[in-house]
């Protein structure tokens, strides 16, 4: 009787350990496939909060503006980007301008601020990413933005002859993203963030307060302006709405604290996302006279 009561303890405790390997197992595999669900789910967050595409749609507002040129240009990695480049009709304008739109619309929403910078004296390249608009190809990544923004910046340097000391950057919300990297890289002869973000991780805590900062390392985009300012050495000038309910003010001060001399920054009381929407070519006037302030001692 002990011997079969022995045998029969033996036999209980050994399936008593394989049905909790079974367990550990299950509970194992069942962390891996919540992680992996997890991970897809931030990514698609962060995909439909970064990128709004607007892609050409035939009608009325695809008019080519007064005094501008349909231009197109090549990337490195092979897509086909399409702007509007406006001429100022000044005999030498001090400046050209590139301009890097926020992450909705297309050019068809900008014709405005082409023509109210050439009227400024400035000629003006807006234009789309890749994705948006008549640009072909898909933004997928900042890689991607990266690679639009060096593109345009060939074009205006090559294809237009426009020397580094003569170009300004000029980025509006994710346009200053690729306008921080940009400058970080490339001369140029001044630089504009208007209600940009400071990185994405910062965005992030923003907009996912419930997310852990300790996982913001899964996001696929890091959009770290506010470490690429560091390296970038030509005039700065930051601009933010207060309140914005879209970028936090503190975005636009953090971009501030981080850019290196010469910098202004200009927060707009009331002003929201859009400032040129709440303070109209005034804000333009402002933007215009930071410029020719930063190209005067050239």
């Avoid at 405790?13 to 919540?34: D, E, Q, T, Y």
């Avoid at 390249?125 to 890689?143: K, W």
Wanted: net charge neutral; charged share 20%.
């Amino acid at each position: 009787m002990r011997d079969g009561v022995t045998e029969l303890r033996g036999h209980g405790s050994g399936h008593w350990r394989v049905s909790l390997r079974k367990a550990l197992m299950v509970s194992f595999v069942c962390l891996i496939l919540l992680a992996f669900l997890l991970f897809l789910g931030l990514r698609r967050i962060e995909r439909a909060i970064a990128f709004h595409p607007d892609a050409y749609k035939p009608g009325d507002v695809w008019v080519l503006p007064a005094g501008a040129d349909d231009v197109w240009f090549g990337t490195a990695d092979g897509h086909r980007l399409h702007g509007w480049f406006f001429q100022s009709g000044a005999k030498s304008p001090q400046a050209t301008i590139i301009y890097f739109h926020g992450n909705g619309g297309n050019v068809t929403n900008l014709g405005w601020i082409g023509e109210r910078l050439a009227m400024r004296g400035f000629n003006t390249l807006v234009f789309d990413y890749r994705g948006y608009g008549r640009s072909d190809g898909e933004l997928e990544d900042e890689q991607g933005l990266y690679a639009d923004a060096d593109a345009a910046y060939q074009y205006i340097s090559k294809e237009r002859a426009v020397p580094p000391h003569a170009i300004v950057l000029y980025g509006q919300s994710l346009g200053t993203a690729a306008v921080a990297d940009l400058a970080s890289r490339r001369e140029c002869a001044a630089i504009i963030l208007e209600s940009g973000p400071s990185s994405a991780s910062d965005m992030a805590a923003a907009a996912l307060p419930w997310l852990p900062r300790k996982l913001h390392f899964l996001a696929k985009n890091r959009f770290d302006s506010a470490r690429k300012l560091s390296l970038v050495h030509c005039p700065v000038l930051i601009t933010h709405g207060d309140p914005d309910p879209t970028i936090p003010t503190d975005h636009g001060r953090a971009l501030f604290a981080a850019a290196n001399e010469p910098k202004k920054l200009l927060i707009f009381p009331g002003a929201g996302h859009n400032v040129f929407g709440s303070v109209g070519d005034r804000y333009l006037d402002t933007v215009a006279d930071f410029i020719h302030s930063a190209m005067s001692p050239r």
